[in-house]
């Protein structure tokens, strides 16, 4: 669309510039109004036949406008069958996916999920037209909003939703997400919602598996959390042969270097003392 503007903005001044030389070359004593007015009628083709000399510039524009005119109605059509395509799919949509976040994990859950055939449903708050175009290609649905808001999870068909997938960039909006969609569940008429968000807090993490969140008797929804430190830390810990659980005493380690206590390190001596 960058491009397709740049375009029309040459090809105008091309006309603009043409017929204010072809004006002055014919001795037409034509205003600026005049010329705009010529200008603009190049786009249907209705001021190009002109009797005299005429410029390079304005013989250019005479071809450009018209052409520039169809393909920006060819695009403006595709681009309107696509979305009304999506709103389509997205009525007819059952037991998917809705992933909140399209960063480096979301964007991998979604290929492996579109991989095994899953159908996938993405919210991303202003996402790269590129990434767009790539996802919907693999058959993904992208839908540009804010995923805390509950008017956006509906138009993702939430209630009709398997599971919601809170990939988004901290623990509040993650957390927000998910309140609203257990809120929405309480009309849900059929199936239950799994949702499973993504927290970086240790403190935060048991907080919310400790919670009554998804334990309301008769609400359709249930919770998951989980913190990829944490499960980096227990698998590097089970796939030591000295720490698996069907070890002998004599095979575990007696001490444990821990270098550096970032996120990985703190999980890495949780994980050690369990």
């Known amino acids: 669309w960058i491009l397709l503007g740049f375009a029309w903005v040459v090809s105008l001044a091309l006309g603009l510039s043409g017929f204010a030389i072809f004006a002055v070359e014919n001795?037409?004593?034509?205003?600026?109004?005049?010329?705009?007015?010529?200008?603009?009628?190049?786009?249907?083709?209705?001021?190009?036949?002109?009797?005299?000399?005429?410029?390079?510039?304005?013989?250019?524009?005479?071809?450009?406008?018209?052409?520039?005119?169809?393909?920006?109605?060819?695009?403006?059509l595709m681009h309107l069958f696509l979305e009304q395509s999506q709103k389509l799919r997205l009525r007819r949509m059952r037991n998917h996916v809705v992933i909140c976040g399209m960063g480096r994990k979301g964007s991998r859950l979604a290929q492996e999920l579109l991989s095994h055939g899953r159908q996938v449903v993405i919210i991303e708050k202003e996402p790269k037209q590129e990434n767009v175009e790539v996802f919907q290609q693999a058959g993904a649905i992208v839908l540009d909003g804010d995923a805390t808001n509950q008017d956006v999870l509906v138009s993702a068909r939430i209630l009709h939703a398997r599971n919601l997938v809170c990939l988004l960039g901290n623990d509040s909006e993650n957390l927000q997400t998910a309140y609203q969609a257990y809120q929405l569940s309480r009309v849900r008429k059929a199936g239950k919602l799994t949702t499973i968000i993504h927290l970086?807090?240790?403190?935060?993490?048991?907080?919310?598996?400790?919670?009554?969140?998804?334990?309301?008797?008769?609400?359709?929804?249930?919770?998951?959390?989980?913190?990829?430190?944490?499960?980096?830390?227990?698998?590097?810990?089970?796939?030591?042969?000295?720490?698996?659980?069907?070890?002998?005493?004599?095979?575990i380690p007696g001490s444990l270097l821990v270098i550096g206590l970032g996120r990985l390190g703190e999980h890495l001596v949780i994980q050690a003392g369990y």
Do not use: C
Not at 238 to 249: F, K, L, T
């Open 27 to 76: 001795g037409h004593a034509w205003t600026p109004g005049d010329i705009l007015y010529r200008t603009l009628q190049l786009v249907t083709m209705n001021s190009g036949a002109v009797d005299g000399k005429v410029n390079w510039m304005l013989d250019a524009s005479r071809f450009l406008l018209p052409l520039l005119t169809a393909y920006t109605v060819l695009q403006a």
């Open 200 to 251: 970086s807090a240790i403190d935060l993490l048991n907080l919310i598996r400790g919670s009554e969140l998804s334990a309301e008797p008769g609400v359709p929804f249930e919770l998951e959390t989980f913190n990829p430190y944490e499960r980096t830390a227990r698998m590097l810990l089970q796939d030591n042969p000295g720490w698996r659980e069907d070890s002998s005493a004599k095979d």
